[in-house]
């Protein structure tokens, strides 16, 4: 597609420092075609208003992760150390965390009211639109999943920016993604980043509605600066050490109520040949 970078080398962070693949580094015109796949899904299509088709796609992604979780236990363990164990709790519990939400998105919850007699008032909760998820590199299977699976839930649709550091669990994230075929097109759009041009683009773009991050108490300010012009929502877990120059993010609130430097990772397996992914 257009915009697509030429593939970087992904090297393995431990004592061979062997090359284990390559991946499509994104930027700008990656971030821009999501938000306006994402954008047009969400004002053309059902899938805020249709529960039940979020819950199969939930359901779908918990089934398609189950199917492929060794390998992500595993792919953490060669890109940057972490511990088989710890991967192996992260990836495990991301799985009923799907399910949760698939369970989630069939209810609903308001108030109404009799403010004056035979005057009713009723106030319900909808989806607040394009969600960007930018997300962190130290747990990148469960921390996407906590934001990705709520805004879903709610009915919005999803942008999400994937740090190049995990570039060999972003390859498999992104083919579970787009192998479910109960998302409809455009509902879920993911990219990998190395540099710092796409993030932004989503803090900027008036399409986006809300913006979910998790990182530096440093490069929170800056989004809250740059995203008041457009009034987003910006949940936020601000406080983790910066990686990147501006990307860890997760932690979102997807419902509005009416009334750096790159680092270098190494991949074990292929990936897709666009940098943007979506269903």
Not at 46 to 55: F, G, L, P, Q, V
Not at 58 to 85: F, Q, V
Not at 115 to 143: D, F, H, K, Q
Not at 246 to 253: C, L, T
Request: charged share 20%; net charge positive.
């Amino acid at each position: 597609m257009a915009g697509l970078r030429l593939p970087r080398r992904v090297t393995q962070p431990r004592a061979t420092n062997d090359l284990l693949g390559t991946f499509a580094d994104g930027g700008a015109q990656e971030a821009r075609s999501a938000v306006a796949a994402a954008r047009r899904a969400f004002d053309s299509t059902a899938w805020s208003r249709d529960r039940h088709r979020r819950a199969a796609a939930l359901h779908e992604l918990a089934d398609r992760l189950g199917h492929r979780k060794d390998e992500l236990i595993t792919l953490p363990a060669r890109e940057n150390g972490k511990l088989l164990a710890e991967a192996a709790l992260e990836v495990e519990g991301t799985i009923p965390k799907l399910r949760y939400h698939a369970a989630l998105s069939l209810t609903d919850y308001g108030r109404a009211g009799e403010m004056r007699p035979g005057m009713y008032s009723m106030t319900l909760c909808e989806a607040a639109g394009v969600a960007a998820v930018i997300v962190p590199w130290n747990s990148p299977v469960i921390l996407p999943a906590r934001s990705f699976a709520l805004t879903l839930a709610a009915g919005c649709t999803v942008v999400m920016k994937m740090p190049a550091q995990t570039g060999p669990v972003n390859g498999v994230l992104s083919e579970i993604i787009a192998d479910t075929s109960s998302l409809e097109p455009g509902v879920f759009n993911v990219f990998t980043e190395s540099g710092n041009a796409g993030a932004p683009e989503f803090v900027s773009s008036p399409d986006v509605d809300v913006v979910s991050y998790t990182g530096s108490t440093a490069v929170g300010r800056v989004i809250m600066e740059q995203a008041t012009p457009t009034l987003k929502t910006l949940p936020m877990e601000p406080g983790i050490p910066p990686r990147e120059s501006f990307a860890p993010g997760s932690a979102a609130a997807a419902v509005s109520c009416r009334q750096t430097r790159p680092h270098p990772v190494h991949l074990s397996r292929r990936t897709r040949t666009s940098s943007v992914v979506g269903r």
